[in-house]
Nanobody, 118 residues
Framework: QVQPVESGGGLVQAGGSLRLSCAAP????????LGWYRQAPGKQRELVAF???????MYADFVKGRFVISRDNAENTVYLQMNSLKPEDTAGYYC????????????WGQGTQVTVSS
């Protein structure tokens, strides 16, 4: 199995919080960079947050101050803590496990749905 597995999606009210998890194969996780993406109906897939193998993070402007990405190398898991959720955050959320340096790889999960009601 090389596909990451996302979990933690669900239905929440605006202003609420949700924590997404993504588990990846242990032999790939430690040296991988990790990204969370989302895709809403009628929109392109977009980067939400990114964390490198060294722990450096980057966030899309629309989630800065609301979302936090983190990783637990011992558990081979990357998290996305989502706070102050808005209806426009409604989307499928996808985990990306990748390396840009040799040996390069790029794996995607099948997504977990987040729905935020107004």
């Amino acid at each position: 199995q090389v596909q990451p597995v996302e979990s933690g999606g669900g239905l929440v009210q605006a202003g609420g919080s949700l924590r997404l998890s993504c588990a990846a194969p242990g032999n790939l996780f430690r040296t991988a960079d990790l990204g969370w993406y989302r895709q809403a109906p009628g929109k392109q897939r977009e980067l939400v947050a990114f964390i490198t193998s060294g722990g450096s993070t980057m966030y899309a402007d629309f989630v800065k101050g609301r979302f936090v990405i983190s990783r637990d190398n011992a558990e081979n898991t990357v998290y996305l803590q989502m706070n102050s959720l808005k209806p426009e955050d409604t989307a499928g959320y996808y985990c990306n496990v990748f390396r840009r340096l040799w040996p390069a790889y790029d794996y995607w999960g099948q997504g977990t749905q987040v729905t935020v009601s107004s």
